[in-house]
């Protein structure tokens, strides 16, 4: 018997001498049928290509050449046809014995018994098949299947450059990636989107499959293999998709994986076939995607799918196919699919073009989808195993509301959706012409309704929404978007443009709120550092007073954006009294060079603290005799409160803004600032969902700062509520308390006409 090696390497090397001849498509058709056939040791060996939506047999050896361009399958059809549809490999001892054999008599082929066909894939679509038929009834041997495999792909490279199919032809790609699919996530931000699938990270496309020098392709993937490992290491020093969430686990399977000799051999193996390492990496990949699909079981799908990752991220190191989808620019309106992404990767995309984005993972409060919010991007999370589902370029509809993808979907649909988008506009412009409406309760209690915002593309939405000024401007997103430190120059030009953007309305720059899962490349932690738990971690104030230069530079060019005005500035992460000391100290030392150097100072400076870690509610008493006003993270400091991550897809639906536990403490916060007269806002994502700001009225908080979409709906809210009443109400159930809090508020909502979907 052949090895695999050995019979895949003689049939490529006379398939390469096959296409380097000079013969037309349908001679080197005819001569390939041959090899294999003589190769393999099979009476016939039969070539179907994709025309018109339908396999033809293109070339046979051994069954009826009158056969030849007239037999023709459906996609589906036979077990030529069940192959393209499912893309999947037959090996079947008794072809006749297959429930989707169809006999066809003018190809002669009842005296074979046994079937085996591949096939033909281009572009994850089936293009055609090859298929080889023996008179005995025997299966065919795995080394004898591989063989095929590999011709199958030489095949599709052929049949690429002779252009022997249209490559606008969609049939035969299977069912699960042509009809319409429906998959489920969750609400990450609301809102419906519809545009064409693009992966953030590309699948490579493989040219060319027949290596001119083995050793080179041998070199070529030694070297991939090392970089990947290197990224794998790197990638678990610095959580660089995600931080917390699964990455922990999944990176432990990367490693495995990258450093499986299995793997790597059998790469190797290909290579050593003949095949070229794009090739051979692709190919392995295929026979292990065969394998695992005859095993039903959830958790190897899942490793699978980490597999799959791995491999492609191999294609892109060996191809030099590098770049993200973002580095290629969108071309139409896009829907964003990846497994996790930084906020800075978000970033990169053009706003206009970018509808709607798909996250395997992904969470509430992470940032990448408080970014997303607040461009107005509908985002569903937790969908898994997107790639085996979704292909490059098919259309989607994102109904961010339901947590729910429509793929390829039906006309029928895609006009539902159109009727639910025009009647969303027509929300979206009900809730524009309250822009000059007040944020009154219906006791006349104004309440303050800021916006939160991090770049200069943000400040239109101030003047559109009305609200009364920002509440927290994120001033790391500048540090984001920049592929190296931002100057101070460049700082101080964009808070200047933001402060006369603002004009009288009150602006809160945070300083730079680094960490976490805002991860800067160009600010790393000391050479061997690594962290276990980033969001607890070197972030915010803490690096801000380590690298104190950081902090200085950002003061200056704040101190001086705001000349002749009243400069708001707030410190992310205080944990401790102190550290907002010596972070004011820091602008003051500023404040006080200027002063010497004669520049012109702000009119005044408004120091503020974020509460975002609960140690410092201990300690309120000290710190807010302090301050000009205090903000509560609410997205921080449920995440400590509840010791969640706040990114961790498996707890994202786990713990509720509405529980006891965060409304006893946000109301103890409101009671213990209270005799200090501090003015106290909510600036965490919580204060922009309308049933946790009608809680937050009841606990006494009448300053919010939120996402700016969410202005509209939550004045509204406000407009209706009895500030007196659902004050009594949250005092009453803080007293005894019900564990699902959610429902007794929507409860109560309802029973005063209050929508608060
Ligand atoms: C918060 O933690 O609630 C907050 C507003 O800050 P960020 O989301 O940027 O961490
Ligand atoms: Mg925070």
């Known amino acids: 018997m052949l090895t695999a090696v050995a019979s895949a390497r003689a049939i490529l090397t006379s398939l390469h001498e096959v296409m380097a001849s000079r013969s037309g498509a349908q001679a080197k058709l005819n001569r390939i049928v041959d090899v294999i056939g003589e190769n393999l040791n099979s009476e016939v060996c039969s070539i179907y290509l994709l025309r018109e939506g339908m396999l033809e047999l293109f070339a046979t050896r051994g069954l009826e050449q009158a056969a030849v361009h007239v037999t023709r399958m459906a996609v589906g059809e036979g077990l030529v046809g069940t192959i393209a549809q499912n893309i999947e490999t037959l090996n079947l001892a008794e072809a006749a014995s297959h429930p989707d054999f169809a006999f066809r008599p003018e190809t002669g082929e009842e005296r074979f018994h046994s079937f085996a066909g591949v096939p033909i894939v281009r572009r994850q679509r089936a293009v055609g098949v090859v298929a080889v038929q023996h008179v005995d009834p025997r299966r065919y041997e795995e080394v004898e299947i591989e063989a095929l495999q590999t011709v199958a792909m030489v095949l599709a490279e052929l049949i690429a450059n002779a252009e022997l199919i249209d490559d606008e032809d969609v049939a035969g790609v299977p069912d699960h990636l042509t009809g319409p699919d429906r998959l489920k996530g969750q609400t990450l931000v609301k809102g419906l989107a519809v545009g064409q699938a693009v992966f953030h990270q590309p699948r490579v496309t493989i040219e060319h499959v027949v290596a001119e020098d083995t050793e080179a392709e041998r070199q070529r993937v030694y070297r ?9 290491d790197r990638m678990a020093s610095q959580a660089e998709f995600g931080v917390g969430g699964e990455h922990e686990e999944v990176l432990e399977t990367y490693r495995m994986f990258a450093y499986d000799e299995g793997w790597s051999r059998r790469i190797n193996e290909a290579i050593d076939s003949g095949l070229t390492a794009e090739a051979a990496i692709e190919r392995v990949q295929q026979r292990t995607r065969m394998r695992m699909r005859q095993i039903d079981d959830p958790l190897l799908a899942d490793r699978m799918h980490d597999l799959e990752d791995l491999s492609n991220r191999l294609l892109r190191i060996v191809s030099g196919q590098l770049g993200t989808a973002a580095s290629m ?7 964003l699919i990846a497994r996790n992404l930084g906020p800075a990767e978000l970033l990169e995309y053009d706003r206009r073009r970018l509808k709607g984005v798909i996250l395997e993972e992904g969470s509430l409060t992470a940032h990448v989808v408080i970014v997303a919010r607040a461009m107005g991007i ?4 937790r969908v898994r195993a997107l ?3 979704v292909r490059d370029g098919d259309i989607l509809l994102v109904d961010g509301d339901q947590g729910v993808i429509d793929v390829r979907p039906a006309p ?8 639910r988008f025009a009647k969303n506009r027509e929300r979206q412009a009900h809730y524009a012409t309250m822009r000059d409406v007040e944020p009154v309760t219906r006791d006349g209690q104004r309440i303050t309704v800021m916006i939160n915002a991090g770049l200069r593309d943000d400040m239109p939405m101030l003047p559109l929404t009305g609200a009364d000024g920002i509440g927290l401007f994120r001033t790391e997103f500048q540090f984001l978007v920049s592929a190296t430190m931002p100057q101070r120059e460049r700082q101080t030009r964009l808070y200047r443009d933001v402060l006369e953007a603002a004009g009288d309305r009150p602006v809160v720059f945070r300083t730079v709120d680094i960490g976490g899962d805002k991860v800067l490349p160009y600010l790393r932690h000391n050479e061997g550092e690594t962290e276990e738990n980033p969001a607890m971690g070197w972030r915010a104030l803490r690096v801000a007073l380590e690298r104190d230069g950081l902090l200085k530079v950002q003061a200056r060019a704040l101190i001086e954006a705001a000349a002749g005005r009243t400069l708001n500035v707030m410190f992310p992460m205080v944990t401790e009294p102190w550290e907002f000391d010596a972070a004011k100290a820091v602008f003051e030392s500023q404040v006080a060079f200027l002063r010497k150097q004669k520049k012109l100072l702000p ?13 410092l509610a201990e300690c309120l008493d000290i710190l807010a005799p302090r301050l000009s006003f205090l903000s509560i993270g609410t997205n921080d400091l449920t995440q400590f409160l509840f010791a969640a991550d706040r990114a961790h897809p498996k707890l994202a639906e786990r713990y509720d803004w509405l529980s006891p536990a965060i409304l006893r403490f946000l109301a103890r916060v409101v ?6 007269g501090t003015a106290l806002t909510v600036c965490g994502e919580m204060g922009g969902r309308r049933l946790e700001a009608l809680a937050l009225l009841g606990l006494g908080i009448t300053r919010l700062s939120i996402t700016p979409a969410a202005v509209g709906p939550v004045k509204e809210l406000i407009r209706k509520v009895d500030l007196g009443e659902i004050r009594s109400a949250m005092d009453g159930w803080l007293r005894a308390p019900q564990a699902d809090m959610r429902s007794v508020l929507a409860q109560w909502a309802c029973a005063q006409g209050i929508d608060c979907d």
């Not at 009119?603 to 140690?615: D, N, S």
């Not at 009671?671 to 200090?676: E, I, K, L, M």
Request: net charge negative; charged share 30%.
């Open 224 to 232: 991939a293999f090392d970089k990947m490992r290197e990224q794998i």
């Open 329 to 335: 620019g969108l071309k139409g309106d896009a829907i």
């Open 378 to 381: 509908p985002v569903v999370g």
């Open 387 to 389: 790639r085996g589902k």
């Open 412 to 419: 029928s649909l895609v006009e539902a959706f159109e009727a």
């Open 603 to 615: 009119e005044a400076i408004r120091y503020g603290a974020m509460l975002e870690v609960p140690a």
């Open 671 to 676: 009671r213990d600032v209270a005799p200090f």
